[in-house]
């Protein structure tokens, strides 16, 4: 996958992502918005994808369970990466 910067902001980032997974083309658009508290940020974000032949491939369960690891290790690195100091 490749991504790129399509909107930048103090509170908030845009990113697009394409690439090929078994043969297939495949897109992402991901928004984060950081809202900042007092003690801690929330980070609230939003994904569309587009799966292109995955899905006939290799069926939407699949899918969906690849989909949900990739956001549990994005979400772990991006925590880990905002607690360093």
Request: aromatic letters at 6%; one cysteine or more.
């Amino acid at each position: 996958m490749h991504f790129k910067y399509i909107e930048k902001r103090t509170d908030s980032i845009v990113l697009e992502g394409s690439g090929r997974a078994a043969g297939s083309k495949l897109d992402i658009r991901l928004r984060l918005r950081i809202t900042e508290g007092s003690n801690e940020s929330l980070v609230a974000w939003t994904a569309q994808a587009e799966f292109g032949r995955l899905l006939k491939l290799f069926g939407e369960k699949l899918v969906r369970d690849v989909s949900a690891t990739i956001i549990n290790d994005l979400t772990e690195c991006l925590s880990t990466k905002l607690a360093s100091p």
